[in-house]
């Protein structure tokens, strides 16, 4: 396995829409493995192939407590196939918006459809932390990041201060 570097906003990157898996095969399930390495290394708790620069639709997640066991779920070709009409607000962090965080609202429950390590298809009903994790990484996949869902002031705001603090920063690699 491998750590990957993660792309941090305003990369334009972030913004590109990633393309669908075929199958999921070897070098799919090494991506899988490598995007899980790079998240649990960064403390996070969901990862999509668009942050390290990989234009596929692939996404880990991972919410177990630091006391629970590991409970990683590899998806590829991710599709909400029901999401609830009653909503509910977290405040969402993101590895690509390091230390920025702001209440998102968002469906409560969801209903994925995906194609797991084994390129086996699956459905998925979440909800919880869960559900907004899912919903936050499968945005990435469509060049979405949580600030898109704010209003242009706040999202401003939060560029700002980010471009700011990576000024300050030698760059890192
Ligand atoms: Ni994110």
Redesign the pocket.
């Known amino acids: 396995m491998a750590r990957l570097p993660i792309l941090v906003a305003p990369d334009p990157r972030l913004k590109a829409r990633a393309d669908a898996v075929d199958t999921v095969d070897a070098e799919i399930r090494q991506l899988m493995d490598d995007m899980l390495e790079t998240m649990y290394d960064a403390r996070g708790i969901?990862l999509?192939a668009t942050?390290v620069g990989v234009r596929k639709r692939v996404i880990v997640v991972d919410i177990a407590g630091k006391d629970e066991d590991p409970n990683p779920i590899r998806m590829a070709n991710p599709e909400i196939v029901y999401a609830s009409e009653d909503e509910t607000t977290y405040e969402e962090g993101?590895?690509?918006l390091p230390e920025q965080y702001a209440d998102v609202k968002r469906p409560e429950t969801v209903r994925v459809r995906y194609l797991d390590h084994e390129n086996e298809i699956r459905e998925l009903t979440a909800d919880g932390m869960l559900a907004i994790c899912v919903q936050?990484?499968m945005d990435?996949l469509d060049g979405v990041?949580?600030v898109d869902h704010l209003s242009g002031l706040k999202r401003n705001m939060i560029l700002r201060k980010l471009q700011k603090a990576r000024k300050g920063q030698p760059a890192t690699v």
Do not use: D, I, K, P
Request: charged share 10%; hydrophobic share 35%.
């Open positions: 969901g999509a942050q993101c590895l690509s936050h990484e990435h990041l949580f």
